[in-house]
T-cell receptor, first 115, second 112 residues
Framework: DTAVSQTPKYLVTQMGNDKSIKCEQN?????MYWYKQDSKKFLKIMFS???????INETVPNRFSPKSPDKAHLNLHINSLELGDSAVYFC??????????????FGPGTRLTVL | GQQLNQSPQSMFIQEGEDVSMNCTSS?????WLWYKQDPGEGPVLLIA?????ELTSNGRLTAQFGITRKDSFLNISASIPSDVGIYFC????????????FGKGTKLSVKP
C-alpha cells in the first residue's frame, strides 16, 4: 500500500491557469508538508501543516495555498500559474514528536510544467 | 538562515568503488539525516543521526555525525548500479513541525 500518494504525477498547463495537486497519506501522521524541487534538484520546504498550525515559508508567493479537508489530506492550490512555477512538487508526512526528529515520508512527486 | 553545503555536487564512479560525500553547516544541528532520491521518485530516508560523534550503518552505507555538530559524512562501500541517484543531507530547522532544510544533493552515477 502506498504510504504517501500524489495526483497527478504530471501536470502540463498554460500560464495564468489555476491548478491543484492532491496529496493523501495513510500513515496516520499528524503533520504534512509540501516541498518544491527546482530544475537544479534543490528541495525547499513550502508549507507544513498540522491540525493546529500552518507554517508558511516566507518565500512562497501567496498564489500558493494548502488546503486540508482532513488529517490525511493536504492539497496544494496554485492560482495564476507562472513559468517559474515549473518544478517537481513533493508532499510528505510525519508524526512530529517534541524533542526528536521523526522520519518524513515523501510522495512520488508531481512534475508541473507551465507553458 | 541555516544552510547546508553538500559536496561533491556529482560523482562518476566504477561499480565496486567506495564513495564518500559530506555536508557542512554554518550552524549547529542536533539531528543529521541522509536521504536518497531515485530518478522519478521522492526522497527516502537512509540514515538518521541524533548524537554528536555517532556512527551508524545501514548495509553498505555508513554515516557519521560530526563532533562539532556542524558536519556529517556518508560513505557507500562497494557501490553497485542501483546506488545511482541523488543523495541529500538534511536537518530539522528547529521549529515545532520538524521542517527540514536540505543540502543541494550529490548526484551519484555508477558505471557497471
Amino acid at each position: 500500500d502506498t504510504a504517501v500518494s500524489q495526483t497527478p504525477k504530471y501536470l502540463v498547463t498554460q500560464m495564468g491557469n489555476d491548478k491543484s495537486i492532491k496529496c493523501e497519506q495513510n500513515l496516520g501522521h499528524d503533520t504534512m508538508y509540501w516541498y518544491k524541487q527546482d530544475s537544479k534538484k534543490f528541495l525547499k520546504i513550502m508549507f507544513s501543516y498540522n491540525n493546529k498550525e500552518l507554517i508558511i515559508n516566507e518565500t512562497v508567493p501567496n498564489r500558493f495555498s494548502p488546503k486540508s479537508p482532513d488529517k490525511a489530506h493536504l492539497n496544494l492550490h496554485i492560482n495564476s500559474l507562472e513559468l517559474g512555477d515549473s518544478a517537481v512538487y513533493f508532499c510528505a508526512s510525519s508524526q512530529v514528536t517534541s524533542g526528536r526528529y521523526n522520519e518524513q515520508f515523501f510522495g512520488p512527486g508531481t512534475r508541473l510544467t507551465v507553458l | 538562515g541555516q544552510q547546508l553545503n553538500q559536496s561533491p555536487q556529482s560523482m562518476f564512479i566504477q561499480e565496486g568503488e567506495d564513495v564518500s560525500m559530506n555536508c557542512t553547516s554554518s550552524s549547529i544541528f542536533n539531528t543529521w539525516l541522509w536521504y536518497k532520491q531515485d530518478p522519478g521518485e521522492g526522497p527516502v530516508l537512509l540514515i538518521a543521526l541524533y548524537k554528536a560523534g555517532e556512527l551508524t550503518s545501514n548495509g553498505r552505507l555508513t554515516a557519521q555525525f560530526g563532533i562539532t555538530r556542524k558536519d556529517s559524512f556518508l560513505n557507500i562501500s562497494a557501490s553497485i548500479p542501483s546506488d545511482v541517484g541523488i543523495y541529500f543531507c538534511a536537518g530539522p530547522d528547529g521549529g515545532s513541525q520538524g521542517n527540514l532544510i536540505f543540502g543541494k544533493g550529490t548526484k551519484l552515477s555508477v558505471k557497471p
